[in-house]
């Protein structure tokens, strides 16, 4: 056997072998890689990075396990540059029951390392059904309608809700969701009350996002892993997002250099044994 035919006879373990080496590396070693950034994902970071140390945020989180790979990077990167910018955190899911949970956990991780303490710097209200009536009687008197936090701790005593009574007390709203679920904060917060607010949304939702940045409705978008690789480039950190993104394009790279390898080798072949039945011919 020639080397142009090993070439295409290679056992396919050592392939899955190559590729899921590709797949890890950037796990354990992140390239520095410079991305555009979009100007959507400019004008979220512009907008939380004007606001000022201790100003309310309400981080709407409405995605599960299903969109893990798009939004959980979304809302790291951005609960980040809340923490580093020192502003009053309010998680709040009304369109996925997981989304609470998955964000705690996400918010305990990063606690430790922006000096942060749940009920004094941030809370989480938890999961609230049927959001639509429910933020109608929400926008009028947070804490009543709150009652307790995620830990069943009453809301209207922490430190973090000083000053927060109705949606006119909100500095900036978010919602990081694979739906149209930003819609009901649109309707009864950011309409009703003027409130500025971002969204982070999955690649397939992006279109249909655009449209409300287009007409001011929110003043920032991030869109899909990319927005969330754009997003921790501005912030300056290389988390994972950037990680995910690096290691399926080099998962991308070996597979169509498999592909370019194998066709080359195959044509090479085929004219080789051209020329030797020519030769023999003869």
């Known amino acids: 056997m020639n080397f142009l035919t090993f070439l295409q006879t290679v056992d396919r373990r050592f392939l899955y072998a190559m590729l899921l080496l590709a797949v890890c590396i950037p796990f354990f070693y992140t390239p520095e890689i410079r991305v555009p950034i979009q100007p959507s994902t400019q004008k979220m970071y512009d907008e939380i990075n004007e606001l000022k140390e201790n100003d309310f945020v309400l981080f709407g989180v409405d995605w599960g396990a299903g969109t893990r790979g798009e939004s959980r990077a979304q809302t790291e990167a951005l609960m980040r540059h809340c923490m580093k910018k020192k502003l009053r955190i309010a998680i709040m899911a009304i369109g ?133 690789v754009e997003y921790e480039q501005l912030l300056g950190y290389k988390g994972a997002a950037t990680r995910a993104s690096i290691s399926s394009s080099f998962a991308h790279l070996l597979i169509i250099g498999f592909i370019i390898l194998g066709n080359v080798a195959m044509i090479l072949e085929r004219r080789q044994r051209a020329r030797l039945s020519m030769g023999g011919t003869a």
Request: net charge neutral; aromatic share 10%; charged share 15%.
């Open 96 to 228: 996925e029951p997981q989304a609470k949970q998955l964000t705690q956990t996400i918010a305990l991780a990063l606690q430790k390392e922006y000096g942060y303490e749940q009920g004094v710097n941030w809370v989480n209200f938890g999961y609230k059904a049927d959001p639509e009536n429910y933020l109608k009687a929400w926008v009028q008197n947070i804490p009543g309608s709150i009652g307790v936090d995620i830990r069943g701790v009453p809301v209207a005593t922490m430190p973090v809700m000083k000053g927060i009574t109705t949606a006119r007390d909100i500095d900036f709203m978010l919602d990081i969701t694979p739906t149209s679920s930003y819609e009901s904060y649109i309707k009864f917060v950011q309409g009703s009350f003027n409130r500025k607010m971002g969204v982070a949304v999955t690649s397939v939702m992006g279109p249909e996002a655009f449209n409300r940045l287009d007409s001011n409705q929110i003043v920032g978008l991030i869109v899909g892993l990319q927005g969330a």
